[in-house]
């Protein structure tokens, strides 16, 4: 079975810092990668995704993400972070031939940005 | 604001009750699925719908059972209730073709006791 793991599960940070989320899956077929963000109080949001082409995606909020296929690695970044990041990162996984279409979320990063 | 709605957003249930939880997808939207977030983790699929039927299920057992209405809101109904339940049950729609983007509601907390 498909299954999505998150490096840290508690990440505390100042601002302008640089944040880097590890996120390593386990399937080997064709896959579309995602970050969802989860501010507190507010719903999980689409921060970027990875469908194909150019391994490296933009998403809002300067956020930045990496696929690295032979590492089954989705890491995201962000250059110099604010007070504002401060939410719970997912990873998530959709396998392309799975029946439904079906997200496998990893457990999720906090990240708590000190001002 | 994603235009997924769900309700309600708080429940207290006693353990063997029944409960149903109710979402409705943003316009648009062809299929609904149902994810389980346990404190501290992350979310763990249940089921998901297309044009009223099942169209995938992750394990959970035949308790956790649902239903999409031909207007595209959904309902997710759990039977005999036990305590590890106790968690927020998220509502996503999207749209077939978009590569598994899935847009989600804020949840329904659910505490059985």
């Known amino acids: 079975a498909q299954s999505v793991s998150q490096h840290n599960h508690h990440v505390i940070l100042s601002e302008a810092a640089s944040l880097e989320l590890g996120c390593n899956y386990s399937y080997g077929g064709t896959v579309n990668l995602f970050w969802y963000v989860q501010y507190p109080g507010q719903h999980l949001q689409l921060l970027l995704k990875?469908?194909?082409?150019?391994?490296l995606v933009k998403g809002i909020k300067g956020f930045e993400a990496e696929f690295i296929k032979s590492k089954f690695s989705f890491n995201l970044r962000k250059p110099s972070v604010q007070w504002s990041d401060t939410a719970e990162y997912f990873c998530a996984v959709n396998q392309i031939k799975a029946a439904g279409n079906k997200l496998t979320f990893g457990g999720g990063t906090r990240v708590l940005v000190k001002p | 604001e994603t235009g997924v709605t769900q309700s309600p957003t708080h429940l207290i249930k006693t353990r063997g009750q029944q409960v149903t939880l109710r979402c409705s997808s943003q316009?648009?939207?062809?299929?609904v699925s149902w994810y389980q977030q346990a404190l501290g983790q992350g979310p763990q699929f249940i089921f998901q719908?297309?044009?009223?039927?099942?169209?995938g299920r992750g394990n959970f057992p035949p308790r956790f059972s649902g239903l999409q209405f031909p207007n595209y809101s959904s309902e997710l109904n759990v039977n005999a209730l036990e305590l590890d339940d106790s968690a927020l049950y998220l509502c996503?729609?999207?749209?077939?073709?978009?590569?598994?983007?899935?847009?989600f509601g804020a949840g329904t907390r659910l505490s059985v006791l």
């Open positions: 316009s648009g939207h062809n299929t």
């Open positions: 996503a729609s999207s749209l077939v073709g978009q590569g598994g983007i899935q847009y």
């Open positions: 990875y469908f194909s082409g150019d391994p």
């Open positions: 719908y297309y044009r009223e039927e099942e169209n």
